[in-house]
């Protein structure tokens, strides 16, 4: 057999080619990236932010509760931050990155930015707060047809569009979902039975009496200073330990503490339970609020996509933490950060950003499959608090980032995406749920796999809102046409003057109790701002046989406390006033 070798040399010289072949093509790497680095960008398109409210006065006081100057300040803060992400960005590639495209600099744009909060006077304000942080003062003088220059008060002030959704607005179960929602509360109320609230309740009774004396008494009775209104002692004793030198004075920093800690645990049992069901098997529905939230957040992002990003940039909405607790249990994120079980601080803000990877001098819209999602948490509003990724749906750290497919997918597996579906798992009899709940399936369960409905793309959660908001007021309005035709029943306008005393304005004029129908931006829909839900529950001290042996009079000084607040009257009944003689008319 003929064996042709290669001469040594030959090897060698063959060696050394490829090595220096390997060595200028090394060398031109970074040339490489530089120009990869150049030529394309991360482009954000829209982003969805969920943020809790700032600092208030607590609400076991009989007052109104209102946002404070520090909750003020917090939101202003909070807002300034956003500014400097998605708009003024500071200079270099990576942070002018982060810019929402076409998202407008200076002056408000109120079709690209969507507000929407609850209709507490806390909330409302806060979303106030942000956007003043978000978009500020910018001058915009115009000259009248008399050559005089005019402008907007206090330097140019902005005046953002803000969509409140009270208890009677089926938009409001989008952001506050647990409210009027019976099957929430009625759930709720099985956690007192529960081992872990007896164990906890009575490992815990000489920690609240320590301090009952001194700071609790005159607000809480003695039955309800404990673990039974844990919720409520912290949030009293957080804002007497910022605003109230004397509660300070006899609060240790520890015991505020350990009270915080008794009421995350409170709250996660009751709004992050994903095993519990109510009406229906598989219905999670002590976390109602976060299966609502994610639909919105779902519904937002494609909504985005479907109008090209032209509509809606960049998304705010402003409630309480039980939405964001609810939605961090249902997405796994305390597996990725124990912090996820206790509550978000004020100002706090859960963020969802749909982007891709683009080329700089790219205009056109990116396709489903070029589009990316992350999430990113920021809890409260000090300095030292970033923004920061997590993954979802017990992904690995590495997988913060997903495809929008995928994201979608997660989404779909833990939203509740109608409001007839809202109404039959929560077995709610709020004012709009006729509308929805006859044309729905009311099968033995939410649905055949025990998961949640999935989103329809096709009309937008607000704008269903706003058909079926049409259609009962058809059906109330023939309803009361029958009843004038065939019963002769008339309407006059009464001559009574109304209540002063309930504040607000005086006489005759508006008074802080009379809700305001306003009309919101398109796709909205109108609001009835009716008085603020506060945090509603009524499960918690109400038809419980504790609340008996409490005689809870402390606990029910906020009218609205308990309840939701389309059952709150202006006017109580009163059952020993003379009967109506024949004659009268109302």
């Known amino acids: 057999m003929l064996t042709v070798a290669l001469p040594a040399a030959a090897e060698s010289a063959n060696m050394l080619n490829c090595l220096i072949i390997a060595i200028v093509g090394l060398s031109h790497l970074p040339f490489i990236l530089a120009q990869t680095d150049i030529d394309y960008s991360e482009t954000i398109w829209t982003s969805v932010v969920f943020t809790r409210h700032g600092d208030r006065t607590p609400l076991i006081l009989p007052e109104l509760t209102t946002l404070t100057a520090l909750g003020a300040q917090q939101l202003l803060s909070a807002g300034k931050l956003f500014r400097s992400r998605y708009i003024d960005t500071p200079g270099g590639p990576l942070a002018q990155s982060l810019a929402i495209n076409g998202l407008s600099t200076n002056e408000l744009d109120n079709d690209q930015v969507s507000v929407m909060s609850t209709v507490d006077q806390f909330t409302s304000a806060s979303a106030q707060a942000f956007m003043q942080g978000l978009y500020p003062p910018y001058s915009q003088a115009s000259t009248l047809t008399n050559g005089s220059k005019i402008d907007y008060p206090v330097g140019g002030y902005q005046y953002p569009q803000i969509y409140t959704a009270s208890a009677l607005d089926q938009s409001s179960i989008w952001i506050s979902g647990q409210v009027n929602c019976p099957a929430y509360d009625n759930s709720g109320t099985d956690y007192f039975s529960n081992p872990e609230f007896i164990e906890t309740e009575r490992l815990t009774e000489d920690f609240y009496e320590s301090f009952e004396q001194d700071i609790l008494l005159g607000e809480f009775s003695d039955a309800t200073a404990n673990y039974y209104a844990a919720y409520e002692i912290f949030d009293y004793l957080n804002y007497g330990y ?290 603020e839900h506060q945090r509603i529950g009524s499960w918690e001290l109400g038809e419980n046989s504790k609340a008996s042996e409490a005689n809870l009079s402390s606990l029910h000084k906020a009218e609205s406390l308990r309840r939701p607040s389309f059952e709150a009257d202006d006017h109580e009944a009163q059952h020993f006033s003379q009967p109506t003689a024949m004659d009268e008319r109302i």
């Open 242 to 531: 910022t605003h109230n030198q004397t509660i300070r004075d006899h609060l240790s920093f520890a015991d505020l503490t350990q009270a915080r800690i008794l009421a995350d645990q409170w709250e996660y049992a009751v709004n992050g339970n994903v095993s519990a069901s109510g009406s229906f098997p598989g219905d999670r529905i002590r976390t109602i609020a976060g299966q609502t939230m994610a639909a919105e957040v779902l519904g937002s992002l494609i909504y985005n996509f479907e109008t090209g990003g032209e509509q809606d940039k960049l998304n705010l909405f402003f409630g309480s933490f039980e939405p964001m607790v609810s939605f961090a249990a249902l997405a796994q994120l305390p597996q990725a950060n124990s912090d996820f079980y206790g509550l978000p601080d004020f100002g706090s803000s859960m963020v969802f950003e749909m982007f891709s990877i683009i080329s700089n001098n790219s205009e056109v819209y990116p396709d489903t499959q070029d589009l990316s999602v992350r999430f990113l948490f920021r809890n409260g509003t000090n300095s030292s608090s970033d923004l920061t990724a997590y993954p979802l749906f017990g992904r690995s750290a590495s997988e913060a980032v997903m495809s929008l497919e995928d994201f979608a997918q997660g989404m779909k597996s833990i939203l509740l995406g109608s409001i007839g579906d809202w109404c039959n798992v929560c077995l709610s009899s709020a004012v709009f749920c006729p509308s929805y709940t006859n044309s729905t399936s009311s099968s033995g369960s939410v649905n055949e796999t025990e998961s949640s409905p999935a989103i329809s793309y096709g009309i937008r959660p607000a704008v269903a809102g706003v058909i079926g908001a049409i259609v009962a007021l058809a059906v109330v309005g023939l309803v009361l046409a029958a009843a004038m035709l065939v019963g002769g029943i008339r309407f006059y306008r009464s001559k009574a003057k109304r209540r002063s005393e309930l504040g607000g304005f005086k006489g005759g004029e508006k008074l802080a109790s009379d809700p305001d129908l306003t009309l919101g931006k398109s796709g909205f829909g109108a609001t009835v701002v009716g008085k």
